[in-house]
């Protein structure tokens, strides 16, 4: 969801600059702010103790994130990281949950993304229990084409083998091992170590 940046800045929203590594907002701290990118990546993660990443989700210039604690009063539930230098527009609590009162097409485009959101998390479980390595990977990467602007034909996925796993619940070496059995099957294409589905 892109909610104009002129009325984020109307009503008081402030671009602020991090760095590749930055940690926007750390698990376990109160959620007070609406996020949104305006340049770079950011992924939001949790990790283990010994050290192991699991991707709850990527976000690129023009989508949110970390909106659900906001609008339920809870803590963030993962570690929001910048994949790269990022421009991201910060605004109060208060300040956006006015705005979602006073235009109600922003708020029907949250109710949106919330709901998709939601759904494609379920997908997500479902191809993660009792699935192969081949069958999570095939789900990711057809998840990351449909919401891609060019679903008819090939894609490049922009995510690293290790994004990959961190995002199945794979470790990288069976990514690999599967993403190089799919392209002997020619299921995907890899061209110079990018993926193409």
Request: hydrophobic share 35%.
């Amino acid at each position: 969801m892109l909610i104009d940046l002129d009325i984020l800045f109307t009503w008081g929203g402030v671009a602020k600059k991090y760095r590749k590594n930055d940690i926007i907002f750390y698990e376990d701290t109160c959620a007070n702010f609406y996020y949104q990118i305006i340049e770079g990546r950011v992924k939001l993660m949790n990790c283990n103790d010994k050290g192991k990443e699991y991707i709850q989700g990527m976000f690129e210039a023009g989508n949110c994130f970390g909106e659900p604690p906001l609008l339920v009063g809870c803590k963030y539930p993962c570690t929001a990281v910048c994949l790269s230098d990022c421009v991201i527009l910060k605004l109060s609590k208060d300040k956006f949950l006015s705005i979602l009162s006073e235009y109600s097409h922003i708020q029907q485009s949250l109710l949106q993304l919330l709901a998709y959101r939601i759904y494609n998390k379920s997908l997500h479980n479902k191809h993660i229990i009792n699935q192969t390595p081949e069958h999570r990977i095939i789900s990711f990467l057809e998840s990351y084409k449909s919401q891609s602007e060019n679903n008819t034909s090939s894609v490049m996925i922009p995510y690293t083998r290790q994004e990959i796993a961190d995002l199945t619940g794979l470790r990288v070496e069976t990514v690999i091992r599967t993403l190089s059995l799919l392209n002997k099957k020619q299921r995907v294409q890899i061209k110079n170590h990018k993926i193409y589905w």
